[in-house]
């Protein structure tokens, strides 16, 4: 079956390290989102990718960075990694811009300490 | 400044009786809302949805009401079942102007269905 996967599941790293989250999807879809979820936020967009070599800011994107070299793979890279960006973090996947409906990883637990 | 906004963080509900989950926006470009249902340690997953040219859709238990002129949308779930608890996202996104076919997301309302 066609997927999303994110990995780490959990991380835990010190400050000022680079970490970066893997996501990968087999749908095939053009669109990706990195979104960040915290108490009292909700979900908020870090970047996104309409298709490959294309990627945009969203809201809260300082200290972040992503690629998009493949369909399959939206890696988020935390270049200096900080204690504000203790989250849990989702990637998300959908077909086009002109299909709403968007499929989520399982999510990554990052602890900045 | 939110543009989507689930007022209500919390809600408790006996099983059997309906569940009300409130969402109001702000930008006047939105034309298509979505709800996401989440359960702990899982990713959100897409539950239901409605475009600015209707006012109610319906899926089995589920029911979204969109009153543009108010700038809000419920969800209501009939019968509510204990498996219904989880925490449910509003989501809204344009297809012109400005965040083009992004998902703005509410903070999001935790439902407890209670046996």
């Known amino acids: 079956d066609a997927e999303i996967t994110q990995s780490p599941r959990h991380k835990i790293t010190e400050t000022g390290r680079q970490v970066t989250l893997a996501c990968h999807q087999t749908?095939?879809?053009?669109?990706m989102f990195w979104y960040r979820q915290d108490l009292g936020h909700g979900l908020r967009l870090i970047h996104y990718s309409y298709g490959v070599q294309d990627t945009n800011k969203g809201e809260v994107s300082d200290g972040y960075s992503v690629s998009r070299s493949n369909t399959e793979d939206l890696p988020l890279t935390l270049e200096s990694a900080a204690s504000s960006q203790t989250s849990v973090y989702f990637c998300?996947?959908?077909?086009?811009?002109?299909?709403?409906?968007?499929?989520f990883g399982q999510g990554t637990r990052l602890t900045v300490v | 400044d939110q543009q989507v906004k689930q007022n209500s963080p919390s809600l408790s509900v006996q099983e059997g009786r309906i569940s009300i989950l409130n969402c109001d926006y702000t930008n006047s470009m939105f034309d298509y809302f979505l709800w996401y249902k989440k359960y702990p340690a899982e990713g959100p997953t897409f539950l239901i949805s409605i475009s600015s040219i209707k006012d109610k859709n319906e899926d089995g238990r589920f029911t979204v009401f969109l009153n543009k002129s108010a700038k809000h949308l419920s969800l209501h779930i009939v019968p509510s079942q204990p498996g219904d608890s989880a925490v449910y996202f509003c989501?809204?996104?344009?297809?012109?102007?400005?965040?083009?076919?992004?998902?703005?997301f509410g903070k999001g309302t935790k439902l407890s269905v209670i046996p």
């Open positions: 989501a809204a996104t344009s297809y012109s102007g400005a965040g083009s076919y992004q998902l703005t």
């Open positions: 749908w095939n879809h053009n669109n």
């Open positions: 998300a996947s959908r077909l086009t811009e002109w299909v709403t409906e968007a499929f």
